[in-house]
């Protein structure tokens, strides 16, 4: 059973940048380096949406339009990790952040893609 737990800050005020991390266990290093993975956030009163998704086999990127130029996925796949790194933030970015996995090909960052979901992360960017 594939097990996800994300962390990181938070509280940022606006223009700061913050680093979200996403934690997999559960699974082999083989096998996870088969998944994509993705960040998704659901803003106050908004639906679940992706933010940004990276594909386990040909590491293909998706970014929202609305964070390109500001957010940065990454993954290590020896650690079992993903990282989400924050810049420019601004007060619509908070609401809270989930990291998501499934076994498929390629990076679409739609959510009835992924099974396995962390329990979220709150990011609230505020003055």
């Known amino acids: 059973q594939v097990q996800m737990q994300e962390s990181g800050p938070g509280l940022v005020e606006p223009s700061q940048m913050l680093s979200l991390t996403c934690t997999v266990s559960g699974i082999s290093e083989f096998t996870w380096s088969h998944y994509a993975v993705g960040w998704f956030r659901q803003a106050p009163g908004k639906e679940r949406e992706g933010v940004s998704c990276?594909?386990?086999?040909?590491?293909?990127?998706y970014y929202a339009d609305s964070v390109k130029g500001r957010f940065t996925i990454s993954r290590d796949n020896a650690k079992k990790m993903v990282y989400l790194q924050l810049n420019s933030l601004e007060s619509e970015d908070t609401g809270v952040y989930y990291c998501?996995?499934?076994?498929?090909?390629?990076?679409?960052?739609?959510?009835?893609?992924?099974?396995?979901w962390g329990q979220g992360t709150q990011v609230t960017v505020s003055s």
């Open positions: 990276v594909s386990g086999s040909d590491g293909g990127i």
């Open positions: 998501a996995a499934e076994m498929f090909t390629g990076y679409v960052c739609s959510l009835s893609k992924y099974d396995y």
